[in-house]
């Protein structure tokens, strides 16, 4: 508690007095703490005394419990810091709005203001009344680590009635509620980062701020996506939702309905574990077709042609199976909003059949209608033998000399078994067996010599 200060002495602490270590706090929104060392700057550190000049002010982490002590030697209706546009307040121990007011009314240009790991409860409606004046012009706010939920955000939110970036990463909010529709009516960008939501359907109560371009949701658990009405998030076109407890492609698909949405994160959640992240990639941006960006990888007109034809690859033996029942073809195309348009565009994909091992097997290997008319052994007259497909007419040849029991020098001769179809051909030992028309009508014929 001795070691606790007023904001004005914070404030000449830090750029006023001489500090033989120059230690320099860098502004953080949140995370660990951040130091340069002033090196030969001699020039800058003196300008920073002069707080007149000051456009960036950072007293974070400087144990701040009041704007200052009655026996403060300055006039608290002359003193300002008049060019000061951003403050960062974060990690101290301020407790009411009334002294923040206080801190703002020196501060007539502020526009960004940080107040995160503060013990900050939020306002009543009388001093909602007394102070508001002073957060007109207050255009971004971060509160973060308030232990706050909607409601306190809500109260807070009449004292800046002009706001257009909110940041409330790790507080409490689970549910979320818009009462009045002028409510937010100029924000633009809002984090609701580590906050245990998981409800979609709480998200979509933000769908009609007229003018949200960027939503952050990491870290919220939320676990499936579903929209509940129809254009919602018309101006939305930055969406974090990295870091959740995301399952099923449908939810994936849903996102196809935000109409403005440019920019996607959707990085570690549990639908991308299984499969590889070109994979997981194109399936995205097939289903998405509008996104000019994901999880901060820009996609290029080549980039999606080739990704669309990978997804048309392999998606399509899936719409064979499914178009043939009512119910799962409507799942299908709830899965892949995309995919008779970009069918249309490509056309019709040439799928390899997907083969069983044994069929696999069986690939490598030829059946073989053996003729040997002039052999003595009746049993010997014909065989049907399987080799391999890699096999030489020398290796043949050597095989059925002694399968066959030819003592004799011969040759092999292809010849067609069909009486309407005429075809011969003797054999050269340096080619491949494959190498010749074999199948069920063709024979190979030993010919002695």
């Not at 300002?80 to 923040?100: G, R, V």
């Not at 257009?164 to 909010?173: A, D, G, P, T």
């Not at 499936?224 to 930055?238: A, D, H, T, V």
């Not at 195309?333 to 044994?358: R, V």
Request: hydrophobic share 35%; with cysteine; glycine share 2%.
């Amino acid at each position: 508690m001795n070691n606790r200060k007023s904001f004005i002495d914070a404030l000449y602490s830090k750029y006023c007095d001489d500090d033989e270590t120059a230690i320099i706090d860098l502004p953080q929104l949140d995370g660990h703490r951040r130091v340069c060392e002033w090196v030969g700057m001699e020039k800058i550190k003196n300008q920073l005394k002069n707080l007149n000049n000051l456009r960036w002010i950072d007293l974070s982490d400087q144990q701040i419990d009041r704007p200052y002590n009655d026996d403060n030697d300055f006039d608290q209706n002359q003193f300002h810091l008049p060019k000061a546009c951003s403050l960062y307040l974060a990690k101290n121990f301020l407790t009411n709005w009334l002294d923040i007011a206080k801190i703002i009314k020196l501060t007539p240009l502020i526009e960004e203001l940080i107040l995160s790991s503060n013990p900050l409860r939020p306002p009543s409606d009388k001093e909602i009344v007394e102070i508001c004046d002073h957060f007109k012009r207050l255009k971004a706010i971060i509160l973060g680590d308030l232990n706050y939920d909607w409601s306190s955000l809500l109260q807070c939110s009449k004292l800046w009635p002009s706001i257009e970036r909110i940041s409330l990463f790790e507080n409490q909010i689970q549910t979320i509620q818009i009462v009045d529709n002028n409510q937010f009516e100029n924000l633009k960008f809002l984090s609701l980062s580590k906050n245990p939501i998981s409800d979609w359907n709480e998200i979509c109560m933000l769908g009609k701020l007229p003018k949200l371009e960027t939503l952050e949701l990491p870290n919220c658990q939320i676990k499936m996506i579903r929209f509940n009405e129809n254009n919602l998030f018309s101006k939305l076109q930055y969406l974090d939702l990295s870091y959740n407890q995301i399952n099923d492609w449908q939810s994936i698909a849903e996102l196809n309905k935000l109409l403005s949405l440019k920019i996607l994160l959707l990085k570690r959640n549990p639908l991308f574990d299984t499969n590889e992240y070109y994979h997981n990639f194109n399936f995205i941006l097939s289903r998405i077709r509008r996104l000019e960006k994901l999880d901060r990888e820009p996609i290029k007109k080549e980039s999606r042609n080739d990704g669309e034809k990978y997804y048309l690859r392999m998606i399509y033996p899936e719409y064979l199976e499914c178009y043939k029942n009512p119910k799962t073809r409507l799942k299908f195309f709830d899965e892949n909003p995309c995919f008779q348009q970009i069918l249309s565009e490509l056309g019709e994909p040439i799928i390899a059949k997907n083969l069983t091992k044994q069929e696999k097997i069986q690939q490598n290997f030829i059946h073989l209608n053996i003729y040997d008319e002039q052999n003595p052994d009746q049993s010997r007259k014909y065989v049907r033998k399987q080799i391999p497909i890699t096999m030489k007419v020398f290796n043949l040849k050597f095989m059925l000399k002694h399968l066959l029991h030819l003592s004799d020098e011969f040759e092999l001769l292809v010849k067609s078994i069909d009486n309407n179809w005429h075809y011969e051909e003797i054999m050269e030992d340096r080619n491949d067996v494959c190498a010749y028309c074999i199948d069920d009508n063709v024979g190979i014929f030993v010919k002695r010599i």
